[in-house]
T-cell receptor
Framework: AQTVTQSQPEMSVQEAETVTLSCTYDTSESDYYLFWYKQPPSRQMILVIR??????QNATENRFSVNFQKAAKSFSLKISDSQLGDAAMYFCAYRSAHAGNMLTFGGGTRLMVKP | EPEVTQTPSHQVTQMGQEVILRCVPISNHLYFYWYRQILGQKVEFLVS????????KSEIFDDQFSVERPDGSNFTLKIRSTKLEDSAMYFC???????????FGDGTRLSIL
């Protein structure tokens, strides 16, 4: 079974600075998808970024980018120019490409942004 | 932007009672999911639903649970004979295709007394 680990329960960053959230996963599959979801307080989980394992190029969405290291099974999220609205729980998630649609989540990282 | 909506936002139920959690997925989506998050723990997959039947379920999703799409818009999770350990946040999600990203609702906080 796949597992996803987020080793940082909490992180803080100064507004306008850059922060990196860590995620590692364990799988025997070669084809899969990885996701970062953001959950603001009392709000729904919103997809931030998605990476297909077969793509070597790291995904980027505006201020959000990932560092995908397939051999190391690492999938970190970098947030540049942090804004107060970035404060939230961030979840890393894994999905197999061929064995069902279920998402396997990490435990989450609470990001605090200091003004 | 279309959203997944869940009702109620908070449900308080006596142990042993039945509860139905409701979800309205995004209208053109075909795949529907339920997840739960017990306080302080990871978000866990419960079940996925496609073409009016369960396509995948986890070990958690035993005979106590059932899902239904009673009409063209709602997707429900029924929990029978609720137990204290069923207290959790329940999230509904939907996706347009099997490989598409899943969009989540705000969740229903279920409290069993």
């Amino acid at each position: 079974a796949q597992t996803v680990t987020q080793s940082q329960p909490e992180m803080s960053v100064q507004e306008a600075e850059t922060v990196t959230l860590s995620c590692t996963y364990d799988t025997s599959e070669s084809d899969y998808y990885l996701f970062w979801y953001k959950q603001p307080p009392s709000r729904q989980m919103i997809l931030v970024i998605r990476q297909e394992a077969y793509k070597q190029q790291n995904a980027t969405e505006n201020r959000f980018s990932v560092n995908f290291q397939k051999a190391a099974k690492s999938f970190s999220l970098k947030i540049s120019d942090s804004q107060l609205g970035d404060a939230a729980m961030y979840f890393c998630a894994y999905r197999s490409a061929h064995a069902g649609n279920m998402l396997t989540f990490g435990g989450g990282t609470r990001l605090m942004v200091k003004p | 932007e279309p959203e997944v909506t869940q009702t109620p936002s908070h449900q308080v139920t006596q142990m042993g009672q039945e509860v139905i959690l409701r979800c309205v997925p995004i209208s053109n989506h075909l795949y529907f999911y339920w997840y739960r998050q017990i306080l302080g723990q990871k978000v866990e997959f419960l079940v996925s639903f496609y073409n009016n039947e369960i396509s995948e379920k986890s070990e958690i999703f035993d005979d106590q649970f059932s899902v239904e799409r009673p009409d063209g818009s709602n997707f429900t999770l029924k929990i029978r004979s609720t137990k204290l350990e069923d207290s959790a946040m329940y999230f509904c999600a939907s996706s347009g295709g099997s490989g598409s990203a899943q969009h989540f609702g705000d969740g229903t906080r279920l409290s069993i007394l």
